[in-house]
């Protein structure tokens, strides 16, 4: 089953303004990071939060967890064209699995 | 920097072939995966391994082998590719650290199509 899910799927905006994509996941996480994928590609890591935090800042990216809701969220400041691409959060549970969790995505386009 | 290769981009197979994708990375990480990636679900693990020789089921491992013969290579096997296995193959590797405060580092991918 999907651990966990992005909300939107797909994003539209206009360069300079902000991103926000949402993620939930169903059970308990030792930390969760997001991931960007331009089309075709592999994924690269963008930032990770761990479970006992609650915020975090990495340049542009502004990344929130609240385990109680169960949910993460990324910002994207600022947009540019070149920030057009996949996001997806991955969860790593609390019980020792060394895989991650993957959602399935949210599509972001940037529009210049 | 990091690297992680995969053998091919793209591959096209005819069902029933045997197909073997190879993944290196040259970062003697301990930990490699392979996933793979359908539209709107995301990515799904197939197997991955810990250390050579070892191996763990992902979530979808039925139609799939792993082999992991030396730590910097870890090869996914389709015994008898079939259309269902058409698809954009992700493999990926990471440290084993304490906490499991580890992020992932992954391949270009393939894209292999079953016909």
């Known amino acids: 089953s999907q651990q966990g899910e992005e909300d939107p799927q797909a994003l539209s905006i206009q360069e300079g303004e902000n991103a926000t994509m949402n993620c939930s996941y169903k059970t308990s996480i030792n930390n969760l990071q997001w991931y960007r994928q331009n089309s075709g590609r592999g994924l690269v890591h963008l930032i990770l939060i761990r479970s006992n935090e609650r915020e975090k800042h990495s340049g542009r990216l502004r990344v929130t967890l609240d385990t109680s809701k169960k949910s993460s969220s990324l910002l994207i400041t600022a947009s540019r064209a070149a920030d057009t691409a996949s996001y997806f959060c991955a969860t790593r549970g609390d019980t020792g699995r060394r895989a991650l969790t993957f959602g399935s995505g949210t599509r972001l386009q940037v529009q210049p | 920097d990091v690297k992680v290769t995969q053998s091919s981009r793209y591959l096209v197979k005819r069902t029933g072939e045997k197909v073997f994708l190879e993944c290196v990375q040259d970062m003697d990480h301990e930990n490699m995966f392979w996933y793979r990636q359908d539209p709107g679900l995301g990515l799904r693990l197939i197997y991955f391994?810990?250390?050579?020789?070892?191996?763990e089921k992902g979530d979808i491992p039925e139609g799939y082998s792993v082999s992991r013969e030396k730590k910097e290579r870890f090869s996914l096997i389709l015994e008898s590719a079939s259309t269902n296995q058409t698809s954009m193959y992700l493999c990926?590797?990471?440290?084993?650290?304490?906490?499991?405060?580890?992020?992932?580092?992954f391949g270009p991918g393939t894209r292999l199509t079953v016909l």
């Open positions: 990926a590797s990471s440290f084993l650290l304490a906490g499991g405060y580890n992020e992932q580092f």
């Open positions: 391994s810990y250390d050579v020789k070892m191996k």
